[in-house]
């Protein structure tokens, strides 16, 4: 293996690591995660019951005859 890329490949991971851990110390991920999570109070069980239920999934029983007749067709 080549030495040279080897200590490329170290230099690389360090930096990574060092630029994670200054963004972990200025509290970075601690403003970033809310943001990409969103979490809200409102994500009761009611909540999601309610979102549950406002989803339309359609018919799948007809989608399922469709699908069974094309693959008859081959």
Same mark, same amino acid.
């Given at each position: 293996?080549?030495?040279?890329?080897?200590? @490329?490949?170290? @230099?690389? $991971? +360090?930096?990574? /690591? $060092? /630029? *994670?851990? +200054? $963004?972990?110390?200025?509290? &970075? &991920?601690?403003?970033? *995660? =809310?943001? @990409?999570?969103?979490?809200? %109070? #409102? %994500?009761?069980?009611?909540? @999601?019951?309610? %979102? *549950?239920?406002?989803?339309? +999934?359609? #018919? =799948? !029983?007809? !989608? /399922?005859?469709? *699908?069974?007749? !094309?693959? #008859?067709?081959?």
């Amino acid at each position: 293996m080549n030495t040279s890329k080897t200590w @490329i490949w170290i @230099i690389v $991971a +360090v930096v990574v /690591l $060092a /630029l *994670l851990w +200054v $963004a972990w110390q200025y509290g &970075f &991920f601690n403003r970033l *995660l =809310p943001t @990409i999570l969103q979490i809200s %109070d #409102n %994500d009761t069980t009611a909540e @999601i019951d309610k %979102d *549950l239920s406002a989803v339309d +999934v359609g #018919n =799948p !029983d007809q !989608d /399922l005859k469709q *699908l069974d007749a !094309d693959l #008859n067709k081959l």
